[in-house]
């Protein structure tokens, strides 16, 4: 059986872990949170192991939390994201920061306990049932290729917006045969009339809400960590000692192979409502949602 791995990013989540930070509020009907319905999800599309990337400090909380409960129905492994993981001749310098490095550097902790093909995801974003199904056929039947080729699992736009407030999306162009040409950052998209708009400078610029947007959803292969490898090493030797958050960060890292010609990424389309805690007031919609996905019998009223 063709093998995958689920890798959720999970060391963003802070030191408030446990204290009602947002993301790790109850949302199911048996106190269950989104990684949950996403690691079931995955588990159901074909994903045989999870990784949960996560700071040391959080693990106990972690563990009690989501850890123990899942071990129990998937093989699961841990990576540590620390701050000071850093290549030795750089340790010194930055010994004043306190943040991590961002998502390029969540991916390379997990360079040795990954070996298959895997997909990465938010631990606090619902990417629905397609998403992974997608994943999985893309990253168990897809041959090596002279170029490499990772894919990412586009939504809708209409898909991700928020009753609530303004939200930031990397709208894609995609060229003729489903292959990813940019990632625009755009800002402050709003609900606006029928449709979406970005909001700039008291002005509304209606923008197409039938647009792939990308939620930070990747399919990757295991030689892709000696990309990571090599550019965070560049990446720490270009910062300021000074300037401590900045980030390596996965779309940048991807954007830049792209630009560069060194990667091509196929766009897989999820039509499924995404959803996530942007704005506090999201948490009462996120249970509405997925009370209506049990009542419609997406998912069971208990899990696991």
Known sequence: MSKATLVVMAAGIGSRFGGGIKQL????????????????DAMEAGFDKVVFVIRKDLEKDFKEVIGNRIEKVVDVAYAY?????????????????TKPWGTGQAILCCKDVVDAPFLVINADDYYGKQAFAEAFEYLTKTTDSEK????????????TLSDNGAVTRGVCKVDENG????????????????????HQDNEYKVIDIES??????WGLK?????????????????????????????????????????LSVKVLVSKDKWFGVTYKEDKESVVGELKALIEAGVYPEKLF
């Not at 000071?84 to 010994?95: M, S």
């Not at 090599?230 to 996965?250: I, S, W």
């Open 25 to 40: 509020e109850p949302v199911g009907p048996n106190g269950e949170i989104i990684m949950d319905y996403s690691i079931y």
């Open 81 to 97: 994201q620390e701050v000071d993981d850093i290549p030795e001749a750089y340790k010194e310098t930055f010994k004043a920061r």
């Open 148 to 159: 490499r080729e990772i894919c990412m699992v586009s939504f809708v736009l209409k898909n």
């Open 179 to 198: 292959y990813l040409s940019e990632i625009v950052e755009t800002q402050n998209i709003e609900k606006y009339n029928e449709g979406a708009a970005v």
């Open 212 to 217: 792939p947007v990308s939620m930070n959803m």
């Open 222 to 262: 295991p030689d892709f960590f000696e990309i990571l490898e090599q550019g965070f090493e560049d990446f720490v030797k270009g910062t300021e000692p000074e300037n401590l958050k900045a980030e390596y960060l996965l779309p940048t890292i991807i954007g830049d192979l792209l630009k560069e010609n060194e």
